[in-house]
């Protein structure tokens, strides 16, 4: 598995290129390449959403025995922001092993990018933040991320809370000492907030693999998992509230399920809207422990449980399956699931959506889910699913080969998990190369962009655009098939807020805001009598700063930008 390397050294000062004119193509056999230069390869994308429906990507680089790391910032035509190479971020000397490492927005829409490089000699984490000009805003050389327990650190993960704040969890190690999770917190400033780091660790167990959703003003709920048994074992996922000032608050962390993982399976948590987490997981079937299995877990904001095990997302004996990808549609209170099934073999494989009750978890279409492609011969994977206002994209690969694959999208129906578009099926990359570590962003600007990496000519990165309505190319469209309508919000600004509406008959009214990066800060569904209504936006809890506000009445969108004093 490939993860993360290197840090940065660059000048002091540093010289931005002029947007490279590219744009999305409408061809898929001619995809926009993000970068790929003949001789080199890049590696592992990552991506992150951008101001103004935009999209940064992030990639390894090679350079001699080992790489570069890179930034570009795609605008929401598909410009390249900066020069036709992208940000050099850092060249700083790594080992030839890449790793995990990861890349978020900060609600000023600024890259937060975390990898691990040898500068010191050993493998050592570090964090960047980049402006949407290319300022490198935490130094040329990024903070070190360092544990003065530790003797190396790896796959450094982030978190960003509602105040703005930077949360960075690793795993770290050191002579004679089992291994623990490391982590940090930084002021927008790039100030450590924690006077010490705050450490997961035991004299003999060992921890790995943190994630973070924020929670509250400024806690994150923590995911890491409990490496256990001899040789390469499996692991037991916990997860535990840290306080502002990093200190536990639950007097014993929670397990996420009483099912272990793999040693090589990486948990993926999405935010809930309401400071808790969903979990989608590989582990045994119940009937056959040796047979794969996929299933879902909330944990909310006070450590509850849907239940001790997660729900099984496909049940039967049938079929192996294993974990896809999460959605969460809140504006209908719905958990989706894209599902991986494959024959006991495993020489065959199809793909199945299964959605969830958020109360209970119980999941709501039947044993087998709805059959998004059957099991065959032709081998599926599905690598992307996102709401799109009117239904879900589902993005996947078709293999032609052992090793080739194209890559294609399916819009599918909430109510009757059927394909939307005339065609079924859109193809978003046709050449017949080998694609893999694929990223597919939030719907915005009337399009998702997925990005990915293609060794069509010797390994390069590639992105393609789609709009909601299966084109590729210019997006003129809007999100659903309605235009959203201004929404009564006062006083705007202000440090508190109420929304005004007008309500023809008795209604659950969902409240989503999102921040200017497009991640989800709030979600809330009140249920409210006909006519005029007044409804308190929780405000407390959020940071200075431009929201987006979203609801509908009777089928209607409504939105209005708020400013928080």
């Known amino acids: 598995m490939k993860t993360t390397l290197l840090l940065s050294g660059l000048a002091a000062a540093l010289f931005l290129a002029q947007p490279a004119t590219a744009q999305w193509s409408a061809n898929a056999q001619q995809n926009l390449a993000v970068r790929d230069a003949a001789g080199a390869s890049e590696v592992t994308p990552l991506t992150a959403p951008a101001p103004a429906g935009g999209t940064y990507v992030s990639w390894f680089e090679q350079r001699g025995a080992g790489y570069d790391m890179r930034l570009q910032l795609l605008d929401a035509a598909g410009n390249a922001q900066f020069g036709a190479a992208g940000l ?131 806690d994150v709920l923590m995911s890491y998992v409990e490496e256990t048994g001899s040789g390469l074992g499996v692991s037991t996922m916990f997860a535990q509230r840290l306080a502002a000032n990093g200190d536990a608050v639950w007097t014993s962390p929670v397990r996420v399920s009483d099912k272990t993982i793999g040693f090589a399976f990486f948990p993926e948590i999405l935010a809930d809207g309401s400071g808790g987490f969903y979990s989608l997981f590989n582990s045994g079937n119940p009937a056959n422990a040796n047979l794969g299995d996929a299933y879902v877990q909330r944990v909310s904001s006070s450590g509850a449980l849907w239940n001790a095990t997660g ?104 109510a ?50 789609l709009s909601a309505a299966g084109l590729l190319g210019p997006v003129t469209a809007t999100r659903g098939p309605r235009a959203a309508l201004p929404l009564a919000l006062y006083p705007n600004p202000g440090p ?40 308190p936006l929780r405000a407390d809890e959020l940071a200075p700063g431009l929201y987006l506000v979203q609801t509908e009445v009777a089928g209607q969108p409504l939105r209005a930008t708020w400013a928080k004093q």
């Open 311 to 414: 729900t099984e997302a496909l049940t039967g004996t049938a079929t192996t399956r294993f974990a896809g990808k999460l959605e969460l549609v809140a504006a209908r209170n719905e958990l989706w699931a894209a599902i991986n099934v494959r024959d006991l073999s495993q020489g065959s494989s199809g793909m199945a959506l299964q959605r969830f009750d958020l109360s209970t978890g119980t999941a709501q279409l039947g044993a087998t889910g709805a059959t998004v492609q059957p099991v065959s011969s032709t081998y599926y994977s599905a690598t992307g699913l996102r709401d799109v206002g009117d239904g879900l994209v589902l993005v996947y690969t078709e293999n032609t080969s052992a090793l080739n694959r194209i890559l294609k999208a399916t819009k599918l129906a909430y």
């Open 496 to 535: 508190a807020a109420t929304l005004r509406l007008q309500l023809p008959l008795p209604q659950q009214v969902t409240l989503r805001l999102t921040d200017m990066t497009g991640r989800l800060v709030q979600l809330r569904s009140v249920p409210l009598p006909a006519g005029v209504q007044e409804v």
């Open 416 to 465: 009757t998990q059927q394909p939307a578009w005339t065609a079924g099926a859109v193809t978003l990359a046709g050449t017949t190369s080998e694609k893999l570590n694929y990223s597919t962003g939030a719907f915005a600007a009337g399009q998702l962009v997925t990005v990915w990496e293609d060794a069509r000519q010797d390994r390069g990165i590639y992105a393609q655009n």
């Open 88 to 218: 050099l971020v850092s060249n700083q000397p790594q080992a030839s092993s890449l790793y995990r490492y990861d890349l978020k927005a900060d609600p000023q829409g600024n890259a937060l990018l975390a990898f691990q490089d040898m500068r010191s000699g050993a493998m050592q984490p570090v964090i960047y933040k980049i402006s949407p000009t290319g300022q490198q805003l935490w130094g040329a050389n990024g903070i070190a991320l360092t544990d003065a327990r530790a003797t190396s650190g790896l796959s450094p993960v982030i978190g960003v809370t509602a105040a703005g704040n930077v949360v960075v969890g690793w795993n770290a190690s050191g002579t004679g000492i089992p291994k623990w999770v490391a982590c940090q917190k930084f002021t927008p400033a790039g100030v450590a907030a924690w006077t010490a780091v705050r450490r997961v660790e035991d004299a003999v167990k060992r921890y790995s693999r943190p994630g973070f959703v924020a929670t509250g003003t400024d």
